[in-house]
């Protein structure tokens, strides 16, 4: 059995992003939108409130009025519109060029007069080579350069309107598609941008070219390439499909790395539909288990963030199994480091689970379960340096453990 742990260690509180959970909803019928009908529908398919909502714009086809009616779902929602800003028809230089600027002049004027925050996703996945602004399509004329340009230009156009309601998205495919792109070259500078994101899919085997990757496989590369953007980041489109493996099982992994490894992840953007049978089955709802584990993996990052945001010099445990259960091997261990790093740790062994401390401390034990509530504490103890077996009782439910430490 291979138990996954994650402990965070802090003496003083971290300021952090709430983890925020989104969606573009789907629907019924080819072209849904999300109207609040199809918001509502997602909320109750998810069990909660959606924080984020996916909006498609494109270029001259979607001007201001037609956003404002979700902008307005949104807000009556209490939730923030993601605007994915699809520049077709037109190539990055164009973009430069101005060909545009009457109707990004418009748009902006809208935003402004709407007052309440928008996310503007322009260019995104432009390391592809399917959009009009893709490094990697043949013949466009698009390289890194004038991409990052064509950004900025789009985000000055809103500063010489005063537009200030708008946080600024750019975002990176998982993966590189065409000739000359990277994945992130094209990023337009730190003074352009508030949040980064990346787009991802596990295809499974829903095409011909495809096969089955776990949530690391499709996401890792991406993830490291943007560790020097000091930005906050998140995904804005994930999926996966049913066929070739396991999505409800792909759904929890994906939510034990946002614990582990994928920390930086603020929030995350299911792409609720399912396509034709030339793209994939994409839909949340494709099986009522990838709907339990994504409402698990929701409750899971909600309760790790209420322990963590009331918790000082501790350490929190987080195991998919009981304690109880042995294992032959080593754990597998993944480490959120705060500001005393190495001060203490934890590992699970035959069982029970130990605590490392490198320093005298004087703390107790907690177990929590997911929902935050306490299912046991031990007693104030002194602990030497050294190594402690912590009898922690077993249970049945996954368990989340935190050193509460004294002094």
């Known amino acids: 059995m291979n138990e996954k742990f994650l402990f965070t260690m802090a003496l003083a509180p971290v300021t952090a992003m709430a983890f925020q959970v989104g969606a573009w909803v789907g629907g019924p019928g ?38 404002e009616v979700y902008a307005n779902v949104a807000k009556n929602n209490g939730s923030t519109l993601v605007v994915t800003w699809m520049a077709n028809g037109y190539g990055a230089q164009d973009l ?23 996310w503007m996703r322009p260019l995104h996945e432009a390391n592809g080579d399917w959009y009009d602004w893709g490094v990697g399509k043949a013949g466009a004329g698009n390289t890194d350069a004038n991409v990052a340009e ?48 990346i787009d991802g899919y596990n295809w499974g085997t829903c095409q ?19 560790a020097n953007i000091d930005k906050p980041l998140f995904i804005a489109e994930i999926s996966s499909s049913e066929k070739g493996g396991n999505k409800a099982e792909w759904i929890t992994d994906m939510f034990e790395h946002f614990a582990t490894d994928f920390s930086r992840v603020f929030a995350v953007m299911w792409f609720s539909q399912s396509k034709e049978a030339n793209e994939g089955d994409w839909a949340l709802n494709t099986s009522q288990a990838a709907v339990d584990a994504w409402k698990a993996g929701i409750a899971k990052m909600k309760a790790l963030e209420q322990i963590s945001s ?34 203490y740790s934890f590992r699970q062994q035959g069982g029970k689970l130990l605590l490392q401390v490198d320093r005298a401390v004087t703390a107790s034990v907690i177990q ?9 504490k031990s007693a104030v103890q002194n602990f030497a340096p050294g190594e402690h077996v912590i009898n922690a009782p077993e249970v049945s439910t996954r368990s989340i453990y935190k050193l509460d430490v004294v002094r």
């Open 30 to 67: 080819q072209y849904p939108q999300p109207t609040q009908a199809n918001v509502q529908a997602f909320q109750d398919l998810q069990g909660s409130h959606i924080d984020l909502i996916s909006y498609f714009a494109l270029f001259d086809v979607n001007d201001w009025n037609a956003t």
């Open 96 to 118: 430069v060029n101005g060909r545009a600027d009457n109707y990004i002049h418009e748009f902006a004027k809208g935003v402004k007069s709407f007052g309440d925050e928008i």
């Open 150 to 197: 064509a950004f900025r230009h789009i985000v000055q156009i809103f500063r010489e309107e005063n537009v200030t309601n708008v946080k600024w998205v750019w975002t990176t495919n998982a993966s590189n598609q065409g000739s000359g792109t990277t994945l992130t070259g094209n990023y337009p500078g730190d003074e352009y941008v508030d949040y980064i994101s």
């Open 208 to 226: 011909s070219w495809s096969s089955w990757q776990t949530f690391s496989q499709v996401f890792k590369k991406a993830y490291n390439a943007l």
């Open 310 to 343: 009331s918790s000082q010099g501790d350490i929190e445990l987080s195991s998919s199994s009981s304690l109880g259960s042995s294992s032959s091997s080593d754990e597998s261990i993944a480490i959120r480091t705060g500001a005393i790093a190495g001060k």
């Open 368 to 376: 929590f379960d997911y929902q935050g509530r306490i299912l046991w």
